[in-house]
């Protein structure tokens, strides 16, 4: 199987803390991973593409100093909302490619819910 | 550039009909196409793919979906819904070497007994 996991599956806090999401592949290593966020509601938008090893890539309006993203090893990256405000209030969802062609499959976690009060 | 369009936010169908989930896409070069499936508060479980060749493309639970790339469509289908089929569903196009996925707005569907 390909499973992917994420820590916490939900969490609140208090506006600006800082939070830190875990994404963790189980049984594969994955070279570049992605994570999005989901409004209510809505899709999934990307937020960055992450290579282990190297800096994030951010799409456009997303903002890499808000959006910490720690591609530590080949089964583990890590998304830290910084001073988080309650518009950061998102569904974020992590993805790793298992294989190393770019047509080859993502595997989603189940997604963390971030409410910030 | 490439976008996806889901027509559709809500799609209502009866248990045993037939289930029709409809994509567009535009993408300047070859299309990968993807079908998701996401139930509430869960991540996405991939239901099929089209990258190369055939272009009826069959996948899991059930569901198939057929590439037209002179109607830029990559609707998905099942003969027969069943009641476990209620969800959001999206489509994805990816291209080039980046493997980033561009998603449509989703589709819920909604399975009646």
């Known amino acids: 199987g390909a499973v992917v996991s994420q820590h916490p599956s939900w969490v609140i806090c208090k506006s600006g803390t800082s939070v830190k999401i875990e994404c963790r592949s189980l049984d594969f290593q994955a070279t570049t991973m992605f994570w999005y966020r989901q409004f209510p509601k809505q899709s999934l938008m990307l937020m960055a593409t992450s290579n282990e090893g190297s800096k994030a890539t951010y799409e456009q309006g997303v903002e890499k100093d808000k959006f910490l993203i720690n591609h530590a090893s080949l089964t583990l990256s890590t998304l830290t909302v910084t001073s988080a405000h309650p518009e950061d209030s998102s569904f974020y969802i992590c993805?790793?490619?298992?294989?190393?062609?770019?047509?080859?499959?993502?595997?989603f976690g189940p997604g963390t819910r971030l409410t910030v009060l | 550039a490439q976008s996806v369009t889901q027509l559709g936010s809500h799609v209502s169908v009866s248990e045993g009909a037939l289930v029709l989930l409809r994509c567009n896409y535009s993408?300047?070069?070859?299309?990968?196409l993807f079908w998701y499936v996401q139930y509430p508060n869960q991540g996405l479980q991939l239901l099929l793919k089209?990258?190369?060749?055939?272009?009826l493309v069959k996948g899991i639970n059930g569901f198939e979906a057929e590439f037209k790339k002179s109607e830029t469509s990559f609707h998905l289908t099942k003969p027969s819904a069943h009641m476990s089929d209620a969800a959001e569903y999206f489509c994805a196009v990816s291209g080039g070497n980046t493997g980033k996925l561009i998603f449509g707005q989703g589709t819920t569907l909604q399975v009646k007994p």
């Open positions: 089209y990258t190369t060749g055939a272009t």
């Open positions: 993805s790793f490619i298992k294989g190393a062609g770019f047509t080859d499959t993502q595997y």
């Open positions: 993408s300047s070069v070859p299309p990968y």
